[in-house]
């Protein structure tokens, strides 16, 4: 018997085989609205002009392929945390934030899983209901225990703060909260400043830890710095969290796979050892 014959075969992703449908389909007046990703009027992929440069620079200055370190091109993960916790950041300035490259955001948040697998005591993770569909399979794959928080009330089309703080209050103190950064996936609906900071507030109380994703920088409000104001008074207001980032929307950079996955901790020391092989 073949070892591998039991291999059951996948479902087909519901978001990638919708792509592949409209590839398929022959109308000339299609659109495809299905995946989040800029287009021309052709229907190409948009190559922004910073990318272009970029491209069009390395082709005059090659540079060596040589291995990286295992955490990634170091040059990239610094410029990369500049980007999301800004260039003022006092844990930036303290040396605190241990930062890794990955392949994509789906890359970092499959790190993030297994760090958390590893050295958390409390292996459980909250997401919002609903959320990207690949956030639970990620987590659970990497075995951790993976709940709900009420976040979109579909009746108000708002947020239904109170289910949220609820739950929250209710969670096991060291469990890891996956809080969308900005451009909530699927709904849209973000919390305003002001519930930001009592989310903030309760989950300092409660003892919880922060897992930011942030794949839509700059898409909420057009402006980078804004659309990253949670992730700061976050790292502002407490001692530890994750941010694991893409760089597939905001830079078109799609088949690229190029993303940055997080830890901010307590001092530099720790930060070291988050930083280590292993």
Request: aromatic fraction near 10%.
């Amino acid at each position: 018997m073949a070892c591998f014959a039991n291999i059951s075969l996948a479902p087909p992703d519901p978001i990638l085989g919708l792509a592949e449908a409209f590839k398929a389909d022959q109308s000339e007046r299609k659109l495809n609205l299905g995946i989040g990703a800029y287009r021309t009027d052709e229907g190409l992929s948009k190559i922004f002009n910073v990318v272009q440069e970029a491209e069009d620079h390395f082709a005059q200055h090659p540079y060596p392929k040589d291995y990286l370190p295992i955490h990634g091109h170091a040059g990239f993960c610094e410029l990369a945390a500049h980007v999301i916790f800004g260039s003022d950041s006092p844990a930036i300035a303290n040396k605190s934030i241990a930062s890794a490259q990955a392949v994509g955001g789906t890359g970092a948040l499959r790190i993030a899983a297994a760090f958390i697998k590893r050295f958390l005591y409390s292996p459980s993770v909250f997401v919002s209901n609903p959320t990207w569909g690949n956030h639970i399979k990620i987590f659970e794959d990497a075995g951790l225990s993976v709940h709900k928080y009420p976040y979109y009330d579909s009746q108000r089309n708002a947020l239904n703060m109170d289910g949220f703080l609820s739950a929250l209050n209710n969670a096991s103190e060291g469990s890891v909260v996956v809080l969308h950064a900005c451009a909530h996936n699927p709904t849209g609906m973000d919390p305003t400043p002001e519930q930001w900071e009592s989310i903030c507030q309760l989950m300092i109380d409660r003892k919880l830890i922060p897992l930011f994703d942030s794949a839509y920088q700059g898409f909420a409000d057009g402006d980078l710095d804004v659309d990253a104001g949670a992730i700061r008074l976050f790292a502002r207001r407490m001692p530890e969290l994750f941010v694991c980032q893409s760089f597939s929307k905001n830079l078109g950079l799609y088949g690229e796979r190029l993303g940055c996955m997080h830890v901010m901790c307590a001092d530099q020391e720790t930060a070291g050892r988050g930083a280590s092989p292993g």
